[in-house]
């Protein structure tokens, strides 16, 4: 950053730098004089503590002489948990990459320890992968440039994909997923590569916050014109406080507080802003902490075979 420009006032070296030692993630406003821009973000540590890597997202960055500093919004709240989720997420993966490479260039010869290594770091690549899918989803939801393909889709299609995608998630929890369809298939009009993301994604959800051992059934049917995909478990249940902000961005960190699990808290956010680009909807049900939940995604029906 010195050598990027050398005349910043001390407050952002003292910023990052806190950021950096300490790993606590900081929202700042600031007028940054070399730039002679008033900025407002977040700073956030990534990678292992050793490596002093700090990621800075900028939220708003205006002329010097556009007034005085934005006060915070809950706009500005959401951000900083998202953040804090965020910083969280990636360290974990980050800091097992490079465990694993420090294995593969000390054991050079040691290929048993070389290729779990290697099966590892793929496994956290994959996630590094579906959490920037996440989030470069989120940004293009956002901007109304996310796009669906109008094809025919099988339904009982997706949600063989869908179960396929998470069969190692559900054998390492020892969980048993049920499907009940009704005779035939259920067709839609919509993009197969998102409709399979949906009923992942919900999928997924089940999975994390059933216990291990515990049962997930998916149901296909038909009702008045639309079909219909429910996703229900035995798992940990959702409040009647939190059941409407299931669907609302950033939400993971608080609807499960308490049993974290991982996650940057905008699943079931994507998850109804594809199924409303299909013209359906999604809703959540759940009779409390302990309970289970139930989500289902109503789209308008194509015909059966």
């Known amino acids: 950053m010195r050598s990027l420009r050398p005349d910043h006032e001390q407050y952002w070296f003292d910023l990052y730098a806190r950021v950096a030692t300490t790993g606590e993630p900081r929202s700042f406003e600031h007028i940054a004089r070399a730039f002679d821009r008033r900025v407002h973000g977040y700073a956030f540590r990534v990678g292992t503590p050793d490596s002093r890597h700090v990621c800075v997202v900028f939220e708003n960055c205006a002329p010097a002489s556009d007034g005085p500093v934005l006060v915070p919004t809950d706009g500005d709240a959401r951000l900083e948990r998202f953040g804090a989720t965020l910083a969280h997420e990636l360290r974990g993966p980050l800091a097992a990459l ?104 919900l999928l997924t959800n089940s999975i994390k916050y059933t216990p291990p051992g515990g049962h997930i059934r998916i149901a296909l049917s038909k009702e008045e014109g639309f079909a219909v995909v429910q996703v229900r478990d035995d798992g940990t249940g959702i409040s009647a406080e939190d059941l409407p902000h299931v669907f609302d961005y950033f939400k993971q960190g608080l609807v499960h507080q308490n049993q974290p699990r991982g996650g940057l808290g905008i699943g079931l956010s994507i998850v109804r802003s594809i199924v409303k680009l299909h013209d359906g909807s999604v809703t959540a049900h759940s009779n409390g902490t302990g309970s289970g939940s139930t989500f289902t995604v109503r789209l308008p029906l194509a015909r059966t075979f």
């Not at 579906?130 to 099988?154: A, K, Y």
Request: aromatic share 2%; charged share 25%.
């Open 98 to 201: 490079f465990n694993g490479l420090s294995i593969v260039k000390r054991s050079p010869h040691a290929h048993e320890e070389a290729n779990w290594a290697l099966s590892m770091m793929e496994r956290q690549l994959t996630r590094l992968s579906g959490f920037i899918d996440d989030l470069l989803d989120v940004g293009r939801l956002g901007s109304s440039t996310l796009r669906v393909e109008r094809d025919q889709v099988s339904l009982n299609h997706v949600v063989a994909e869908s179960i396929e995608a998470c069969a190692a998630a559900i054998d390492a929890r020892r969980q048993e997923v049920m499907v009940d369809a009704e005779p035939g298939e259920l067709v839609v009009r919509g993009d197969s590569r998102r409709l399979i993301q949906v009923v992942t994604n």
